[in-house]
């Protein structure tokens, strides 16, 4: 059992704040994934529930100990980094029985968790090379090897396929998602990417200026972003938003046309995804600018009062630059956001 | 991405450009020279001192001479059994030794904690560090005989392994900064994660990594001390190093002597280059041998 719950935890640098008094829980045998751009705190997250770092002010707390103050050694975690880490002056059996000999376990104990998770990553015939004698996802493969050797309560990894490049990436993600859900570990998983995060996660936690945003399910965080920063990081191309004023109670002025909404508020953003739209007359005016033909479908770029608007489309509509398309949006799809806080309203 | 073609050169027939294989012929000999001139540098002088130290006294002095040794130990014996030579050797072993685990001890930390760590004065650290060398030893060494002849480290082997420690001291913290920072904390951090305190993660990853790098700077803290005269022949008096033992004997001593001194001085410091040159070559996982 570990349960990882964090307390109000904060962190400070220098004047600069990191992390805001963040509050989370990841269930037992959960998949966590921390999304967000870079310098958001989310690798500081990551480093103080690792230990890492020691945070400001708040409490962790792994499966019902608290390990605030605790070293590393003693929190039962493992951790994958991004740049790997492999020991340069081991082999890779050195390496990912490291962890297992400084436990003082069984030499045969140690040989046999040696072998099997050498296997599970497929390197078991690299297990006498050397770490300048592997490539990028040969070492990488050894860091999760080495984390899963270690059987701990918590694997904790760092943007671990940032390093690799675009095919490899696609090939790893999948391979990690199913060892990782087979070790059934609780595990915290840093990124930047979004396809990454919502393709591994149970959940998503959203994280912007040292705060998180949203904790939901990929599905949920692709849906309904609890933030208009959600909406905007999360989905490629982003979503779009158009500012919205107010006829009557519920009624919204979105771009010349008429739609029913939210009834608070003065002014308020309209948002929809770009798959969201359907061509269709008595919709949104668009001129169109640009269109990308990618195969499945067709991203158009137009404009719409003026401001850039996407639109993914199915390849049998046919338009051009210059064409003028009426966008009807999906009602059930529509979302809207206070322009001042950027919260979601309803 | 599209490739741009080169533009088109209009150049004069005698501006014809030269075939890569000539260019790349006199690249070579230029780089063969500057190896041989480099290697000349430093093995002519010795052979030339190891032919005399191996010759008559009559062979030094003839002319012509030849530059293949005669073999005849006999100034080289006179100079093993004079009085005092076995004992100033040991004492130049003894104080480079001690200099070298000194330096070493104190200043391998510093490399550590100027690597690792942030603190104020880092920077004003690093620069005193540096200007230890900044105070020429003549000005010292009135002050310090008279400080070292109050304590009784006058005359002593540890004394002098002192001093010799502060001439080295800045190189062994500024070379080990270098080595240590050339090692990603994340390394570390990774023993740390994998069950290893802060000191188990600095021997067990950290020390065998830099090793290659130590063993140069304990190298040069060895022949630092192993070559330092004035403050060796200022110091100490019964128990001198051996340069400042040749400098006080040899000053009027004939010349194949001199030439037997020499190479006394020489050997032990060449020998020991050899014994650690696997070190300062070695690289891990494509050790060279």
């Known amino acids: 059992m570990a349960e990882i719950v964090i307390k109000s935890v904060a962190k400070r640098f220098g004047s600069f704040q990191a992390l805001r008094a963040i509050d989370l829980t990841v269930a037992d045998r959960e998949f966590m994934v921390l999304l967000g751009p870079s310098g958001c705190g989310k690798t500081t997250l990551l480093r103080i529930i690792a230990g890492l770092e020691t945070p400001t002010a708040g409490e962790v707390w792994i499966g019902g100990r608290r390990v605030d103050r605790l070293p590393p050694r003693e929190r039962g975690i493992a951790m994958v980094f991004q740049n790997y880490a492999v020991f340069p002056h081991l082999t890779v059996y050195e390496n990912i029985a490291f962890g297992l000999r400084m436990k003082r376990l069984p030499r045969e104990t140690i040989d046999e968790r040696v072998r099997r998770t050498a296997s599970l990553m497929h390197i078991e015939q690299l297990l006498t090379r050397y770490s300048g004698q592997l490539s990028g996802g040969q070492r990488q493969r050894v860091a999760v090897a080495r984390a899963l050797a270690m059987e701990p309560d918590v694997i904790l990894m760092d943007e671990p396929l940032s390093n690799l490049d675009a095919l490899l990436r696609l090939e790893m993600r999948a391979e990690l998602k199913g060892v990782l859900e087979a070790s059934r570990t609780t595990t915290i998983y840093v990124t930047h990417d979004q396809v990454e995060a919502m393709s591994l996660a149970d959940r998503i936690a959203v994280m912007n200026e040292g705060e998180i945003v949203q904790v939901s399910t990929p599905v949920e965080v692709y849906r309904d972003p609890a933030a208009r920063f959600v909406g905007s990081f999360i989905g490629n191309p982003p979503m779009n938003f158009i500012t919205a004023t107010r006829l009557a109670d519920g009624e919204w002025d979105v771009a010349g046309l008429r739609l029913p909404g939210p009834a608070a508020g003065e002014r308020l953003e309209f948002a929809v995804r770009p798959e969201d739209v359907d061509v269709a007359p008595g919709g949104l005016r668009a001129v169109v600018r640009v269109v990308e033909p990618l195969g499945p479908h067709t991203l158009v770029t137009a404009e719409v009062g003026g401001r850039p608007f996407r639109a993914v489309l199915g390849t049998d509509v046919a338009v051009a630059p210059g064409d003028e398309l009426s966008l009807v949006p999906k009602a059930d799809r529509v979302r809207w956001f206070d322009p001042e806080t950027g919260a979601a309203v309803r | ?289």
Request: proline content about 7%; overall charge positive; aromatic content about 12%.
């Open chain 2, 1 to 289: 991405m599209t490739v741009r073609p080169a533009p088109a050169e209009a150049a004069a027939p005698e501006d014809a450009p030269r075939s890569v294989t000539a260019v790349g012929a006199a690249g070579r000999f230029l780089f063969v020279a500057a190896v041989v001139l480099l290697c000349a540098w430093v093995i002519v002088p010795i052979y030339l001192m190891m032919v005399n130290a191996l010759s008559s006294p009559r062979e030094v002095t003839a002319f012509p001479k030849s530059f293949v040794p005669s073999f005849d130990l006999g100034s080289l014996r006179f100079f093993v059994t004079f009085a005092g030579v076995a004992k100033a050797l040991w004492n130049s072993v003894l104080v480079a030794a001690l200099t070298m685990l000194l330096s070493l001890g104190l200043g391998a930390p510093a490399g550590y904690a100027l690597s690792r760590f942030d603190f104020p004065g880092k920077e004003l650290f690093r620069l005193l560090v540096v200007m230890t060398r900044a105070f020429p030893l003549p000005l010292l060494a009135l002050p310090l005989a008279v400080f070292f002849i109050r304590t009784g480290l006058d005359d002593t082997a540890l004394g002098l392994a002192i001093v010799h420690t502060v001439l080295a001291i800045p190189f062994a913290a500024l070379i080990t900064y270098s080595l240590f920072s050339g090692i990603p904390l994340e390394l570390e951090e990774a023993a740390w994660t994998l069950g290893c305190t802060r000191w188990q993660a600095f021997y067990k990853v950290v020390l065998p990594l830099v090793l290659p790098g130590i063993a140069a700077s304990a190298v040069f803290a060895f022949i630092v001390s192993w070559n330092e005269v004035f403050a060796a022949a200022v110091l100490t008096i019964q128990n001198r190093t051996l340069p400042a033992f040749l400098v006080q004997s040899l000053n009027v001593s004939p010349l194949h002597l001199k030439f037997a001194g020499g190479a006394a001085l020489v050997v032990p410091a060449l020998v020991f280059i050899f014994a650690v040159r696997r070190y300062l070559f070695a690289m891990w996982g494509i050790a060279s041998r």
